[in-house]
Every structure is written in C-alpha cells, then in structure tokens.
C-alpha cells in the first residue's frame, strides 16, 4: 500500500515547526526519522494532512552533561548514542538495550524522541526512561516544560503531548551506588519484545520498568518495594498480577505475564553497575 497524500513541509527552525503545527490543528505531524510514522502511512493506519520534517532543526540535536544531568536532543539517532562516549559513560542503562532496538538500518535513522513521542508499548525506549527517572523536555507556542517520565505515557500511542513537540530528554547521570540491568524476549533478534523490563537499582530501592505487556510502559510500585524488602522471588512475581497485561496475535495475557517474570529474573540476576 502507499500513503494518502499530504503536504510536505520542512521548517528551518523549532519555532517555524511549532507555528506549523499550530497552523494545522493537529492534522500534521512531526517527522523524526520516520522508522515508524512512515509504514504506518503507507499501511494507512496514520493518515495526517501535513508532514513536518525536523531533519533541519539544530535546536533538538547534540549531547551534553551539566549539574549531574545528561540531556540529549530529540533528534539524537540511536546509532549516535551508541557511538556517544558521554552516554556510554554517563547512562550505561542505554548502552544495555541499544543492540536490542531493531537492527543497523534502524537504528541509523530512528530518534530516541520519535520513540518516546509514538510511545509504542513494545518500545525499549519509553521504559528505559522510566526506570531512569527521565524527564522529557517539551516545547509549544508559549512554553518549554519539563515532563516527568513516569506521568508522559498516557497510553497505547498516547502521551502528555498538547501541540507540542519534545525537544530533548534529560536523564541522571549514573551514580557509583547504581546498578542496572535489561533484559528483553523476542521471537527473532530486533522484533518488537513480548515482554521485557528496564531496571535501575540506586542501593536498595528499584525501579522496574516493564514493556511490551501492557497499553504502555509501565511500573509496579509495590513489585518495587517488595524487591528492596529482599522478598521471596516467588512473592515479588505476584505482583505483576496488578499489571493489566494485554493479548494479541504473538502472546496472550496469560503467556506475557509468564514472560515478564522470565525477564524479570533474568535481569536481576544479571544486574551490572
């Protein structure tokens, strides 16, 4: 199948894509780096009047550190994160998952702010956000805003977004009282996960993000608490039961909550600093 037609529009600054977006009443949308907003126009899933291309916006590239803190444009492509010795070093979380997030040519022009604005429940990125305590940096019209990660992703491809666009994600730098782990299960290498979890350890509390599951990323404080108690392995999984996991054609509910148990143990046991 092709995509309807729409209008192609190319701004040269954040805030010419800003008035363009405005201009169109949510009927555009931005484009990152089209990796997943493009097969769903050409599969007429997404249909948008106007594309508004960020390829030229400098204001959503780069990475730097300042005050404990590492923010990265939303434009970073993930194969730049991968070669990013300040992400490598700062926020090894990433550098875990990185290799699992579909293959080269993907990763060579997918963004790590287009991810988190498609919010796909099967995606790596928005769970590692959460499990790093990430904030997303937002700008519209009249105002940058920050967003925390845990209170964006609103749902199955739904976010906090309101005629804005994300212009960059600050993550903690990691700390020596750190530990982390990732673990997720495909049926092939670079297929979207049927289950998986992103883990930070920061001395004994946890935050345990799961994806892939359920509508959307998601945590389970009390799988939380139960795991800095030091609780039976066997009582900390009764509590995915508060997870709402979800059934499709791959896995049925029934299947992933015994996947993300298996990704569950597998990560901690694997847990690096």
């Known amino acids: 199948m092709k995509a309807p037609d729409f209008d192609y529009l190319r701004p040269s600054s954040l805030d010419a894509a800003l008035a363009m977006l405005a201009e169109h009443d949510g009927e555009a949308m931005p484009l990152a780096g089209g990796q997943s907003l493009m097969p769903m126009m050409n599969f007429r899933v997404a249909a948008p009047e106007a594309l508004i291309d960020l390829a030229d916006l400098t204001e959503l590239r780069g990475i730097t550190v300042d005050a404990g803190t590492v923010r990265i444009g939303a ?11 300040t992400v490598q070093a700062h926020i090894p979380l990433i550098g875990m998952a990185l290799p699992h997030i579909a293959h080269d040519a993907v990763r060579n022009r997918g963004t790590i702010g287009g991810s988190l604005a498609l919010a796909d429940p099967a995606a790596e990125m928005p769970a590692l956000m ?66 998986g979890v992103a883990i930070a350890q920061t001395d004994d509390s946890y935050r345990a993000a799961f994806f892939g599951v359920a509508d959307r990323a998601t945590r389970v404080p009390e799988l939380e608490a139960a795991l800095k108690r030091q609780d039976d392995m066997k009582v900390v999984l009764t509590y995915l039961d508060q997870i709402d996991f979800t059934d499709d054609l791959k896995a049925n509910h029934t299947t992933r909550q015994r996947l993300a148990g298996v990704a569950l143990t597998r990560t901690l046991k694997g847990m690096t600093a």
Do not use: C, N
């Open 75 to 85: 434009m970073t492509r993930y194969a730049e994160l991968m070669s990013d010795a």
């Open 130 to 195: 959460l499990a790093l305590d990430a904030s997303i940096e937002v700008t519209g019209p009249d105002a940058t805003r920050m967003i925390k990660a845990d209170d964006f992703f609103l749902g199955m491809f739904e976010t906090a977004l309101d005629g804005e666009l994300i212009t960059a994600i600050h993550v903690p730098v990691a700390t020596p009282a750190q530990r982390f782990g990732f673990h997720e299960l495909t049926q092939r290498h670079g297929d979207y996960a049927l289950a």
